[in-house]
Every structure is written in structure tokens, then in C-alpha cells.
């Protein structure tokens, strides 16, 4: 029962993941696309928001998110 269960979920997941999706991509921010106003998120990429702050090796608090943005800005 559990190889049927499991044979079915992949088989939905795959005919879900077969939508066709076609357009001009918009960046959102490092995690996120948007096609004709349908925002993707994309699997297994975790990326800094845009003001989210981290703490430096000295414990100082700074916009990680901003200086992420702008070096891939600058790429």
C-alpha cells in the first residue's frame, strides 16, 4: 500500500511540475521569479531578503541583505 501511495503522489507531482510556464521572468529578490504575475519560488535556493540584517564576526549588526543585493547588482 505504502509503494502504491508513493507511486501516486509522484505521479501527481510530476503531471503538477509538467505546467508550462512562458513569459519574460522579473527578478523579486534572490529566491523568487515572476512570469505573467505568477510568482515562482525556487526549490532548494535560500537567499537574503533585501533588508534583512546579519551580525559580523564581531558581533556588529549591517543590511546583509542590501550588500548581497548590490554585489550581485555589480556582477
Same mark, same amino acid.
Given at each position: 500500500?505504502? *509503494?502504491?501511495?508513493?507511486?501516486?503522489?509522484?505521479? #501527481?507531482?510530476? %503531471?503538477? !511540475? &509538467?505546467?508550462?510556464?512562458?513569459? $519574460? !521572468?522579473?527578478?523579486?529578490?534572490?529566491?523568487?521569479?515572476?512570469?505573467?504575475?505568477? $510568482? #515562482?519560488? %525556487?526549490?532548494? #535556493?535560500? &537567499?537574503?531578503? $533585501?533588508?534583512?540584517? +546579519?551580525?559580523?564576526?564581531?558581533?556588529?549588526? *549591517?543590511? +546583509?541583505?542590501?550588500? &548581497?543585493?548590490?554585489?550581485?547588482?555589480?556582477?
Amino acid at each position: 500500500m505504502r *509503494y502504491f501511495l508513493t507511486i501516486l503522489f509522484l505521479s #501527481i507531482t510530476t %503531471l503538477v !511540475a &509538467a505546467d508550462e510556464i512562458k513569459g $519574460r !521572468a522579473t527578478i523579486i529578490d534572490g529566491d523568487t521569479i515572476e512570469i505573467n504575475k505568477k $510568482r #515562482i519560488r %525556487l526549490h532548494g #535556493i535560500d &537567499a537574503t531578503e $533585501r533588508n534583512q540584517t +546579519c551580525q559580523n564576526k564581531n558581533g556588529q549588526t *549591517y543590511f +546583509c541583505g542590501n550588500v &548581497a543585493t548590490d554585489m550581485l547588482s555589480n556582477l
